[in-house]
């Protein structure tokens, strides 16, 4: 590349985010293309169809695979194609006539059939989900934590991450991610394949915005915390407040906005007549 610092011009090799198109088959079918940052393609998969209500737990997956006839140049195998097979008596939900085919790695699912879907197809309601207490001073921490762990971010400056966290403010699992709904599919779908959901006394972190699509994810994942360190979206708010998720934007230093849930913070007492 040609950096140019100050009227200072010179050559350099620079290290950028990879960034490729995976299609993900289910029982051999086509559903969906999402571009990504390739690793934890199996995880992606999982995550995404937790989020479609395909999977609610780890036996409702039989296995993942690569399509070995998904091959380039010379029949190598790309490994950007994957297939999820499901068990045996999981039935599908009709999603393919409710989104689009392709999505792009910064916008996933929206709108009124996706808000349906949630209502209807979420079965870890995070109201049925154990109390869960956090300190603002805690969620305060968190987005340094999340930070100090975004090895790729340090060599790129290109990715966006989602992290979990318990409780404690302990860093459960970290994915970075040309896209934000792809990050957070990834902690989801590994905590899949682990037998870890529902994720009912987690904090999920995102280091960007809170889109309706992310809320969605949290709903699904059975998550009760969903903050951000930047702006939510009107929809976001209008599912967390339907749904009971606590929802914090503006997580940056020591301040946050708490835009539903906010039993779930643990305020002080002279903090709150204040």
Partial sequence: MLRIRDGAVSSRPDTLVAEEPLEIRLNGKPLAITMRTPGDDFALAAGFLVSEGVLAAAP??????YCAGAT?????????????????????PDITLERNVYTTSSCGLCGKASLDAVRTTARHPIADAPPL??????????????????QVFDRTGGLHAAALFDERGELLDVREDVGR????????????????????????????????????????AGIPMLAA??????????????????????????????????????????????
């Avoid at 956090?134 to 340094?144: H, M, W």
């Avoid at 957070?184 to 904090?203: E, F, H, N, Y």
Wanted: glycine letters at 10%; aromatic letters at 4%; charged letters at 20%.
């Fill in 60 to 65: 409702d997956l039989r296995n993942i695979v």
């Fill in 72 to 92: 380039g140049e010379g029949g190598a195998n790309t490994y950007n194609v994957v297939d999820v097979r499901t068990a045996p008596g999981v039935v599908i």
């Fill in 229 to 274: 360190v930047s702006a939510p979206s009107s929809l976001a708010v209008d599912l967390a407040a339907e749904t009971g998720l606590t929802l914090v934007g503006f997580l940056r230093g020591g301040s946050m906005n708490v835009y539903a849930g906010e039993e779930r913070i643990a305020l002080r007492a002279a903090a709150a007549r204040s």
């Fill in 181 to 220: 709904h792809n990050a957070v599919d990834k902690l989801v779908g590994r905590a899949l394949q682990s037998g870890s959901l529902p994720l009912s006394r987690t904090i999920l972190l995102v280091s960007g915005r809170a889109s309706f699509e992310l809320a969605q994810k949290a709903v699904m």
């Fill in 133 to 150: 207490r956090v300190e603002p001073e805690l969620l305060a921490e968190l987005p340094d934590r999340l930070r100090a762990s975004q």
